[in-house]
Every structure is written in structure tokens, then in C-alpha cells.
């Protein structure tokens, strides 16, 4: 109901002189009862009237030409809006039972009779005035409670999402904070390695078989670092969304097959059966992040499955999807965690002994590299101790109509070793990479800035130079550019050596003049490829 100031009454009368009495007599305690009179003549009009308006009380005579107040009782009452307004019949004769009957079937509150009594209609008016009064007050409190209660609401529902973003916060913090602690180890066990190892080969009572075997642990370390920052920096380029593909059509079952080769090379496969079943089926991809997806997925199954246990890899078609599958027989995933599976720093249950060993980036680094490629992944596990299965979808490509031919020796390519010259400004890093192409047989030059490798190039025109990128004088765009530009050093093979492997990266030093870009660690036999040879013996 809309708001009103004062209640209202409303007198119906077809009788001027009646209806003028009536509403007079109102008027006088109008001000001090708190009411506002309003009048009718006819039943017509009275229902007009409630149309527009609601009264507190309508005082209706009930002989009327046309519509009697009966029927305009009858009328009013119908509408819902008008459904509870008390009527008080007049009547100017005393009213027999089945009057008073057929009054109240109609709706009547009660009944005055002429001549009027004044002191009777102030009585009945006033109470249905404050009952009209009372209402109105219900009603506005019955609003506020509501508005109340909707603010209330509301809040709570703030509350609330504060409260779930709070925890989801702290989760995600609790979960860094494992990941740095989980970090902090990883690195410190290949760290302790090293040092221990570099401390035995200068013991005085270290035989040879010791300090091979230092060695050994040494650069087994080394590359377990590397892939650590190697895994570090992927994820972050991912999830920035700064990895640039380098697509090209890739056979899935023969990149697979290299991963597992690598994987046996290595001892990892061994006290597990292995049932591969892998059908050519080509992509568009990068063939490098695609060996990250397959190595990663391989990787978690051989961590996660107790020596003894099985591994199936597959590849297929499924629909217009080539399908890779690893499915193992390990540990499983809990329920409750299997949804998180690919969410950064999720590792599962994390406990002291650190027997898996990992950061938990893995599958998280999978999900994004196989997004960027425009495929999916998915991974299902009926539970603890019940094995795990991971899907990689790939949009399937055509296979190229021309296959690559093995490289052929141009005449003009002559046997021997090219000359090195290596500009590298860190002490270590230099005299240990000239050592190393030393020992396989190539004459090193070496210079620790820009401007000192750019003279002797110059002056000795080696064949090949490796140029580090941050050096002090010049940096190593420079130098490319200045021997590219000067004719005399124009054709030297020129490779980059940086810490930084973006493709921006990677452009940059292509449009330097670079003929090839290696990251750093760079490995002996990666080195050697770049050199034009496989990495062979030692030259003796």
C-alpha cells in the first residue's frame, strides 16, 4: 500500500444534506484524531474514489439509487487492494436480522443508525483511525526490518566472500611458502654435491677413480640445476604469457620415442615395465616444449610408481585429436586433490623425507604449454595407491609431403678443427669452456670484454667466435655487428652465448648478425653441435 500522511475516511451519501451533516461532523475532530474526510454521492463514485485512494474507514449509506450500498460493499470489497477496508453501514431504519445478515456477507464492520449520535460515530471512527494508525506503523517497521535484512544480507554475503578469499589467500600463500622451502632444498642437495665433490678432488689423498668419480657427481649436479631454473623460468614465461612457439610439423610417436630413449640412456626405466604403443600421428608444435610435455608427464610417472610397477604410454587418434596417454600403476591421486592437479605448487602430501623430490611446477608448466598449443589436458585416478592416467589432446596436423634428408658435407667443407675465439667476461666460466674445447682438440683464443674480442678477431680471423651477450665495453650485439660489418670478418660463424632464452631474446640475436643462440649452461656435446661435430672422445 502507498504511504499516506493521515488516514482517510470516506462518507458515501446520496443525500446532500445527509452527506454534508456527516462529513461536518467529521471535520471537527478531524485535526485532533488525525484523519483527513473525504465524500461521495453515489456507489459510483465511492468506487472511483477507492480507486485512487485508501481510507481507514468508508462510512456508506445503504439505501442509494442505482448501485445500493450493499451492492457498493459488495463492489469494493472484490477488488484485493480494497478487500479490508471496514465498512460502518448507515441506515436510517432500525435493521432486521436478515439486514444485519446480508450486511456483514457484504463486508460490514458495524452499523450506525439515524439520526446519528455524535459522541457513537467519534467512538467508532476513532478506532478504526488507530487501527489504521497501527497498521501504517507495522507496515513502515515491517519495511525497515526488510531493508534491514536485506543489508544484513548482503553483508553477510560480504562477510562471507571476504572470508573464502581470505582463506583461498592464505592457501595460496601456505603453498608459496612450501614451494620455498621445497625450492631451498632442491637446490641446496645439488649445491651440497657440488661443494662436497670439489672439496675431494683437492684432497691430497684423492686417487683418480675419486676425483672421476667427483667429477662425474659434479656435472651430474650441474644439469640438475639447470633444469631447475630451466623449469623456473618456462613457468613463469607461461604463465606471462611470454613463450612464443616455434611451430613446425612434429611426429608425436617419434618425439615420445626419443624422450623414452633418453629416459633408458639414463637408468630411469629400469625395474619398470614399460608397454609402449605408439602410432605415427603429427601436430603443429614446438618440438622443444612438446619433449617438455612428454619428458614431464614420464617423469611424474616414474616419481610417483614404486620400482616393479607399470607404465603405458600411447599414442592415437581421437577424432580430430592426436591422443597422447600415460597411465601408471603408482601412487595415485586423492580425491580431494586430483582437481588441483595442475594448479602451480601442488605436490600432493608434502613430508620430510622429500622421497619424490620435485618442485610441483611440472604438470602445471604441461597444462600451460599444452594450452598454448590450443589442446587439453586431463588427469583421472580412482584414489590413493590406485594408479594414475594423464591425456594430452593436440589438434592433429597433416604429416609434411617432403621429409627432411641427412646433412651432406659441402666441397668446400674441409676436416680439422676450426679456430675459437671466445669472448666471455666471467673468469671461471671462460677458462673452464676453453679447457673443455681444448681437450677435444680446437685452438681457443680468449678475451674477457667486447673491444679486446673484436681486435682479435681481427687480427687472427678464427673461424668461429662464441660472443657472451653482457660484457663489459661493448656488449656482444655490438660485437657481432662491428664484424659483420667490417669485410675482413664478415663470414666468421658467430654464436651467441647468453643466460637469457626468450624468443625475444632469441630474435635479437639473430638480427645482430648471430648465426645461432645458445642458453647457458651450454652442455660439451650442445657446444660441439654448434661447432659442426658430435660429441665425441676427447681428442687424445
Not at 129 to 154: D, I
Not at 172 to 195: Q, T, V, Y
Not at 385 to 410: K, Y
Request: net charge negative; hydrophobic share 45%.
Amino acid at each position: 500500500m502507498p504511504t499516506i500522511d493521515k488516514p482517510k475516511i470516506l462518507v458515501v451519501n446520496d443525500d446532500a444534506a445527509s452527506l454534508l451533516a456527516l462529513s461536518s461532523l467529521l471535520d471537527q475532530w478531524a485535526i485532533d484524531t488525525g484523519y483527513t474526510v473525504m465524500s461521495a454521492r453515489s456507489g459510483q463514485e465511492a468506487l472511483r474514489q477507492v480507486l485512487l485512494h485508501d481510507f481507514a474507514v468508508i462510512i456508506l449509506d445503504v439505501n442509494m439509487p442505482g448501485m445500493d450500498g450493499f451492492e457498493t460493499a459488495e463492489a469494493i470489497h472484490q477488488r484485493a487492494r480494497s478487500a479490508d477496508i471496514p465498512i460502518i453501514f448507515v441506515t436510517a431504519f432500525l435493521a432486521d436480522e436478515i439486514d444485519r445478515l446480508k450486511a456483514y456477507q457484504r463486508g460490514a464492520a458495524d452499523f450506525l443508525f439515524t439520526p446519528v449520535i455524535p459522541q457513537i460515530l467519534h467512538a467508532k471512527v476513532s478506532v478504526f483511525v488507530a487501527l489504521a494508525n497501527k497498521n501504517e506503523q507495522l507496515r513502515r517497521q515491517t519495511e525497515k526490518l526488510s531493508q534491514r535484512t536485506l543489508e544484513l544480507t548482503g553483508t553477510n554475503e560480504r562477510l562471507m566472500r571476504e572470508i573464502e578469499e581470505r582463506q583461498a589467500a592464505e592457501a595460496k600463500s601456505h603453498a608459496k611458502d612450501e614451494f620455498l622451502a621445497m625450492l631451498g632444498h632442491e637446490l641446496r642437495n645439488p649445491l651440497s654435491a657440488i661443494s662436497s665433490a670439489a672439496a675431494l678432488i683437492d684432497m691430497p689423498g684423492a686417487h683418480a677413480e675419486m676425483a672421476s668419480r667427483a667429477r662425474q657427481i659434479i656435472q651430474r649436479q650441474t644439469q640438475h640445476l639447470s633444469r631447475i631454473v630451466d623449469d623456473l623460468l618456462d613457468l613463469s614465461r607461461a604463465m606471462s604469457g611470454k613463450i612464443l612457439l616455434a611451430r613446425k610439423p612434429v611426429d608425436m610417436a617419434s618425439l615420445v620415442g626419443a624422450c623414452l630413449d633418453t629416459f633408458r640412456a639414463t637408468g630411469r626405466t629400469g625395474g619398470y615395465r614399460i608397454n609402449v604403443d605408439l602410432a605415427p600421428n603429427w601436430v603443429d608444435g614446438d618440438p622443444t616444449r612438446l619433449e617438455q610435455i612428454a619428458t614431464n608427464l614420464i617423469d611424474n610417472a616414474l616419481k610417483y610408481t614404486p620400482a616393479g610397477g607399470t607404465i603405458d604410454i600411447t599414442i592415437g587418434m581421437d577424432a580430430d585429436d592426436v591422443l597422447l596417454r600415460v597411465r601408471d600403476t603408482g601412487v595415485g591421486i586423492a580425491p580431494d586433490l586430483l582437481p588441483h592437479v595442475f594448479d602451480v605448487f601442488v605436490q600432493g602430501s608434502i613430508s620430510l623425507d622429500r622421497a619424490q623430490g620435485g618442485l610441483g611446477i611440472g604438470l602445471s608448466l604441461v597444462r600451460r604449454l599444452v594450452e598454448l598449443h590450443g589442446g587439453s589436458v586431463s588427469a583421472t585416478s580412482s584414489g590413493a595407491g590406485e594408479g594414475s592416467a594423464f591425456a594430452i589432446r593436440l589438434p592433429r596436423a597433416n604429416a609434411p609431403q617432403d621429409q627432411l634428408t641427412p646433412h651432406v658435407a659441402a666441397p668446400n667443407e674441409v676436416p680439422g678443427k676450426p679456430a675459437v675465439l671466445l669472448i666471455e667476461d666471467n673468469d671461471d666460466g671462460r677458462e673452464m669452456m676453453a679447457t673443455m674445447l681444448d681437450v677435444y682438440g680446437y685452438p681457443v683464443l680468449q678475451s674477457a670484454d667486447g673491444l679486446d674480442g673484436v681486435e682479435l678477431a681481427t687480427a687472427h680471423l678464427p673461424n668461429v667466435a662464441l660472443v657472451d651477450i653482457g660484457l663489459p665495453g661493448i656488449d656482444g650485439y655490438e660485437v657481432a655487428r662491428r664484424l659483420r660489418a667490417n669485410p675482413a670478418t664478415s663470414a666468421m660463424r658467430l654464436i651467441a652465448l647468453t643466460g637469457y632464452g626468450l624468443a625475444e631474446d632469441q630474435r635479437r640475436v639473430l638480427e645482430a648478425g648471430f648465426d645461432m643462440h645458445l642458453v647457458k649452461p651450454v652442455d660439451i656435446a650442445q657446444l660441439l653441435g654448434a661447432l659442426g661435430e658430435p660429441a665425441a672422445l676427447p681428442a687424445a
